[in-house]
């Protein structure tokens, strides 16, 4: 199973990035898909999942509304569109895949598989 992420940069406090994590290895319409992070000094946590179809999908609640997951199994890729962007969703973000947890429940469980992670920074 390989999950590459892409789509990290730095940007400035008010901009927007869309990461996309690519997954090979696997049926990718079997897995439900997530993102975690982690930032310098803190513990990884959990951004956004999406079921193996896209029709459910679950967010922290403090990025609910800013960030927006979304796949596509056509080029078995998942994404992360994330807007407002401040100076505290700094972090690496981490593509996950779980072939036999829900969506729902990928924050409390984990997944089974990740990729290398992708480094977003926000600053001025």
């Known amino acids: 199973v390989h999950l590459v992420e892409s789509g990290g940069g730095m940007v400035q406090p008010g901009g927007s990035l869309r990461l996309s994590c690519a997954a090979s290895?696997?049926?990718?319409?079997?897995?439900?898909m997530a993102w975690f992070r982690q930032a310098p000094g803190k513990e990884r946590e959990f951004v956004a999942a999406?079921?193996?179809?896209?029709?459910?999908?679950d967010y922290e609640d403090s990025l609910r509304g800013r960030f927006t997951i979304s796949r596509d199994n056509n080029k078995n890729t998942v994404y992360l569109q994330m807007n407002s962007l401040n100076p505290d969703d700094t972090a690496v973000y981490y593509c996950?895949?779980?072939?036999?947890?829900?969506?729902?429940?990928?924050?409390?469980?984990?997944?089974?598989?990740w990729g290398q992670g992708t480094q977003v920074t926000v600053s001025s």
């Open positions: 290895g696997i049926t990718f319409s079997n897995y439900a």
């Open positions: 999406i079921s193996r179809v896209g029709v459910n999908t």
């Open positions: 996950a895949a779980s072939r036999f947890t829900p969506a729902h429940q990928i924050r409390d469980r984990g997944a089974s598989y």
